[in-house]
């Protein structure tokens, strides 16, 4: 399984990024989609997350700017961020709790993290 983030860059404050992140390989289904963002000298922190069936949970220093949204058909989760500040600059990380079936055929449920795509906002 791989999750495979884009979107980030360089971007005044004010100004929006629409991050993407796709989840392929051999799954069963993909549970929770989110992402995530660690600035330097911090600990990685929740953004936003989504369940399956569309349960939204966001940081309360992004709500009512940044937009979590799904695809299951195509297992893709995209973060829209408006507003963008210079304390939202980080590296963001999708991540995805997927099925997937393990050597010996056993259904398993597994967390996946993406590689991080750097967001720069410049004040």
């Known amino acids: 399984v791989q999750l495979q983030a884009s979107g980030g860059g360089l971007v005044q404050a004010g100004g929006s990024l629409r991050l993407s992140c796709a989840a392929s390989?051999?799954?069963?289904?993909?549970?929770?989609m989110g992402w995530y963002r660690q600035a330097p000298g911090k600990q990685r922190e929740l953004v936003a997350a989504?369940?399956?069936?569309?349960?939204?949970n966001y940081q309360d220093s992004v709500k009512g700017r940044f937009t979590i949204s799904r695809h299951n058909a195509n297992n893709t989760v995209t973060l829209q961020m408006n507003s963008l500040k210079p304390e939202d600059t980080a590296v963001y990380y999708c991540?995805?709790?997927?099925?997937?079936?393990?050597?010996?055929?056993?259904?398993?449920?597994?967390?996946?993290w993406g590689q991080g795509t750097l967001v720069t906002v410049s004040s």
């Open positions: 989504t369940t399956r069936d569309g349960t939204i």
């Open positions: 390989g051999s799954i069963f289904t993909v549970n929770d």
């Open positions: 991540n995805a709790i997927c099925q997937i079936q393990d050597s010996r055929g056993f259904v398993r449920t597994r967390l996946y």
